[in-house]
């Protein structure tokens, strides 16, 4: 069988038998793959400390007729979140990216789009401050995804929210007006809806350097966290973990 190269982001592993693991990539070739690397827990020539998730690394595997999994050959680590401190809300941070882009992703499906945003967000992350860098990939993501709704007009009755009060709804897609909020629903600032509007017109890059402290944008996170937990149907361990986070 030939052997695939490609750049990847190691997203998960699990302990497999004695010494091998099982690994989730998402691989900028052919999206996420997930495989086997043989005794992955002995052989430091082959993986090494390339296997720590949200590694970068340039991975070597290939394909088993008739089984699901791929065998993982080899990996060259590119980049490791390990080459700078690693504190709890970072650890946190860096968990939540992996988290959503292994729920997010369908396997076998190339998304460069996601695979250069991710790029971009680790490199954010390389410093102690977390907030921005989670806010902009849980942004984008969303959008990526085809999850995110208009955020200038009311998804009942159509009206323009830019300068007014909006709210937002746990199971309700979009952002509704005064009038028609639903009862126990939760306001988005302005503010924070001017702050998404930045964020797609520039890189995260644009953002580095400025103060964010964990209130900044807080509603804005939140709605995307619900919407997206609402699309796939399930709690995102980690965002909880960033709640608890003290700022």
Known sequence: MTLKESEAIVLRTYPLREADLLVTLFTRAEGKVRGVARSAKKSKRRFGGALEPLTYVRAFYEDRERQELARLDSCEVLESPLATEVTYPRAVALAHVAELLDELLPDREANDAAFRLALSVLAGLRGPDVWMPVTYFELWMTRLMGYLPDLGE??????????????????????????????????????????????????????????????????????????????????????????????
Do not use: Y
């Open 154 to 247: 009311c998804m009942v009755c159509g009206r323009t929210l830019n300068g007014s009060r909006a709210f937002f709804h746990a199971l309700t897609d979009g952002l509704m007006c005064t009038e028609d909020k639903r009862l126990a629903s939760s306001e988005i600032s302005a503010e924070s809806r001017a702050l998404a509007a930045r964020m797609f017109r520039a890189p995260v890059e644009g953002f580095a350097g400025t103060p964010w402290p964990q209130k900044q944008g807080s509603d804005l996170r939140k709605f995307l966290i619900q919407t997206l937990q609402r699309h796939i149907e399930k709690k995102l361990v980690t965002a909880g973990m960033l709640e608890k986070i003290s700022s």
